[in-house]
């Protein structure tokens, strides 16, 4: 049994999270049964030692710019019924400020970078550097914007040994901003009246930039004034209903005047030995009334002999028996009379009378019977009286008969009037007045006039969705004029700002917000930046090296500065400080004046803004150390920004101790030789494990010159350890 033990002293070679040890006395003899554990293990516990891969890293680096690139709405506030007015407030407005320089002619035989002096333009403060080109100058740059300038000052240029330079002044512009609301819907509509309508206008929705909303309109709550009725119809024998489409109103029709025109009987009965009583009931009249006539009628002929040789229907003739108006027919079948059909009654008959034919085309021989029904009701006398507005009843009474029905026939007549009874309530159209029954009557035409109305209401009927700003409302049809209408949405949030640039901004502008209808809360900022998005390629990162592959993004995008001595000035960085056990964000303000600048790099408008970093929710905010939010935005000195959450450099809550002499035939993998949790370490102290239980791992036995000790993760993926101070006792030992 003996102890070995590995450091970063008297390892060969040492990889991150692999250690070499190499047997100094040559090759090392495992025997069979031999086993190894770990006694004691030893290293600092800090984010910059312990490193694992990262993916999903990005933040979000901001240039100064003389433009308001964007308005960030931080508070959308509430209550908001209208897009409130957005105010961008400078300390120094872009429109009296040099936004930028135009070289005209970059004249000739300069040596070094005349100095440029701003003439007039009202204004004071105004900055500027040339830059050179061989001996050409290619571009001035502005490094003080000034302020108080009315109009484009002028320049004089001096030194530099050169001639012909010449270049124009070009004043900022005001950025401009315009709230855009949530999406919300439409929660009611004020009225202004109007007048003269006679029937609900139609709402229509226009603008607001949403979609959907429907309203109907209403009336101020109107009655039926009056009913012209025309034309009145005619025929009518009994007084129509009439029948209004809704509101509630009632009315009842007056016919002109009206009498008995006539009976019509449907039966005659039989057996009455004398006149019957003729009854009228009802139908609203007087004085109306009818006399029965009765008579003895021929009921029906029988056909005795049929005789033959007929070719067409002979005629049938009645004789005698003291009556008149009997009539009938005979029917052929075959030349033969075989029935003959009674087609009118007749009346007065006392006996039957005989028959006889006439006619026939030649035929003869037939003969017939006639027979009589006594004392049947053949007609009625009227007596006509006045005022029925209803068909009465018949009925008879007495004359020793049965059997007796008629009808009574009113004067056809048409309709007066209507009577109201209810005026009704109506909020619309004035109703539709139709007629039923009457007896028959037709063609009679009723329209209701309503009172004056106005427009009392709106009833939102859908309130749509998607209305960033108040729709205009217009009202069609109706008939009346003036009235109007203001929508009011359901109180909402500002979600969002658009913006023009402007130019020539030494400063992002402030942001204030005003009307809206009431809303309040509402907080935004603007910024005079460019963005840039930065995304970091997977992999594994410590500090510094994160920091080396920052500045190859500020090469790749031209956003640094070079020195006379050919050195590379970079506006970020990142760093550790190992006093505060802390990762560091530094920036400084950019400056151009003394120093060469690459193509395309982004002039800021003075020398006193820094860039700044917009931490995003993503794997970079564990990997720096900092909490979601935007560090050194406006500043116009340098930022010195420390972590203020512990760094997860590393999602490592256990470390995995393999060994390649290891033969571990329980394990995941074969050659781990212990495990441990270090979750409970704290920051900036030793992490310590020691195995007081004794687990024994075997050995794979054979003849080595030396062994590698590899550290993993609790998933087994490899991590970075970078420390000069690791430290592991193994035990070794042989059992029989």
Do not use: H
């Not at 929705?205 to 009655?223: E, K, Q």
């Not at 029709?253 to 009854?279: C, D």
């Not at 056909?303 to 005698?320: I, R």
């Not at 007065?348 to 085309?361: E, Q």
């Amino acid at each position: 049994m003996f102890n070995l033990i590995i450091n970063s002293n008297n390892v060969a070679n040492s990889m991150n999270n692999m250690y070499q040890y190499n047997f100094k006395s040559g090759a090392f003899i495992v025997p069979e049964n031999a086993e190894i554990m770990i006694t004691s293990f030893q290293c600092p516990y800090s984010w910059y030692n312990i490193t694992s891969r990262y993916n999903n890293n990005s933040f979000k680096l901001y240039w100064p710019s003389p433009t308001v690139s964007s308005c960030t709405v931080t508070a959308g506030g509430s209550g908001y019924t209208s897009v409130p007015t957005v105010t961008l407030t400078s300390t120094s407005p872009p429109v009296n400020s040099v936004a930028s320089i135009t070289v005209t002619a970059g004249g000739s035989g300069y040596t070094s970078a005349p100095t440029v002096t701003f003439v007039g333009g009202g204004g004071t403060g105004a900055a500027a550097t040339a830059v050179l080109t061989g001996a050409v100058v290619t571009s001035i740059i502005v490094t003080n914007v000034g302020s108080g300038y009315t109009s484009a000052p002028t320049f004089t240029f001096a030194g530099g040994a050169g001639t012909g330079l010449t270049a124009t002044a070009v004043l900022g512009t005001n950025a401009t901003a315009t709230a855009v609301l949530t999406p919300t819907s439409v929660a009611s509509l004020t009225v202004t009246a109007g007048s003269g309508y006679t029937s609900a206008p139609t709402v229509v929705f226009t603008g607001g930039g949403g979609s959907g909303a429907a309203a109907s309109s209403f009336l101020t709550p109107t009655t039926v004034a009056s009913i012209a009725v025309s034309p009145a119809g005619t025929g009518y024998t009994s007084v129509p209903t009439v029948v209004f489409s809704g509101g509630g109103a009632t009315g009842t029709a007056v016919l002109t005047g009206t009498t008995l025109a006539s009976f019509t009987v449907t039966t005659g009965g039989s057996g009455y030995t004398s006149a019957p009583t003729v009854i009228l009931t009802g139908g609203g009249g007087t004085s109306g009334g009818g006399t029965a006539v009765f008579s003895n009628i021929v009921s029906s002929v029988a056909v005795t002999v049929g005789g033959t040789g007929y070719t067409s229907a002979p005629t049938v003739v009645f004789n005698g028996g003291g009556g008149s108006g009997a009539a009938a027919t005979a029917v052929l079948t075959g030349g033969v009379v075989t029935a003959i059909n009674v087609t009118v009654l007749g009346s007065g008959y006392t006996s039957a009378p005989t028959i006889s034919f006439t006619g026939g085309g030649g035929g003869s021989g037939a003969t017939a019977l006639a027979s009589l029904t006594t004392g049947v009701i053949t007609s009625i006398t009227v007596t006509p009286g006045s005022g029925y507005t209803t068909i009465p009843t018949v009925s008879f009474s007495g004359g020793g008969g049965t059997g007796a029905a008629a009808l009574v026939n009113l004067t056809g007549t048409s309709i007066a009037s209507i009577t109201i009874g209810t005026a009704g309530s109506y909020t619309t159209v004035p109703p539709t007045i139709s007629f039923t029954g009457g007896g028959g009557g037709t063609g009679a035409v009723a329209t209701a006039t309503l009172t004056a109305t106005t427009v009392a209401s709106i009833s939102v009927t859908n309130n749509g969705s998607g209305y960033t700003s108040v729709p205009a409302i217009t009202f069609t049809g109706g008939g009346g004029t003036n009235a109007a209408a203001t929508a009011v949405l359901t109180p909402t949030s500002v979600a969002s700002i658009t913006n023009t640039p402007g130019t020539g901004y030494s400063a992002s502008p402030t942001i204030s917000f005003s009307g809206g209808g009431g809303g309040t809360g509402a907080a935004a900022f603007a910024t005079a930046y460019i963005p840039y998005t930065v995304t970091i390629p997977d992999g594994f990162y410590t500090v510094p090296n994160l920091n080396i592959w920052l500045q190859q993004y500020f090469i790749t995008n031209s956003l640094y500065t070079t020195d006379g001595s050919g050195n590379n000035i970079y506006y970020m960085s990142f760093t550790q400080n190992t006093t505060y056990y802390a990762n560091q964000i530094i920036t400084k303000q950019i400056a151009v004046t003394g120093l060469t600048v690459p193509t395309g790099f982004p002039y800021p408008p003075t020398a006193f803004r820094s860039p700044y970093i917009e931490i995003l929710n993503n794997n970079f905010t564990k990997l720096i150390g900092l909490t979601t939010a935007n560090y050194g935005r406006d500043l116009s000195g340098n930022l010195s920004q420390l972590s203020n959450i512990t760094p997860q450099a590393a999602t490592v809550n256990s470390l995995v101790i393999k060994c390649s002499l290891v033969n571990n035939g329980v394990a995941n993998a074969s050659d781990i030789v212990d495990a441990f949790a270090i979750s409970n370490g704290k920051f900036g102290e030793n992490l310590n494990y020691n195995n007081t239980i004794g687990k024994w791992v075997k050995l794979s036995p054979g003849n080595y010159n030396n062994f590698i000790v590899t550290i993993v993760d609790q998933n087994l993926q490899d991590i970075n350890i970078i420390d000069s101070n690791l430290l592991i006792n193994f035990l070794i030992r042989v059992t029989n």
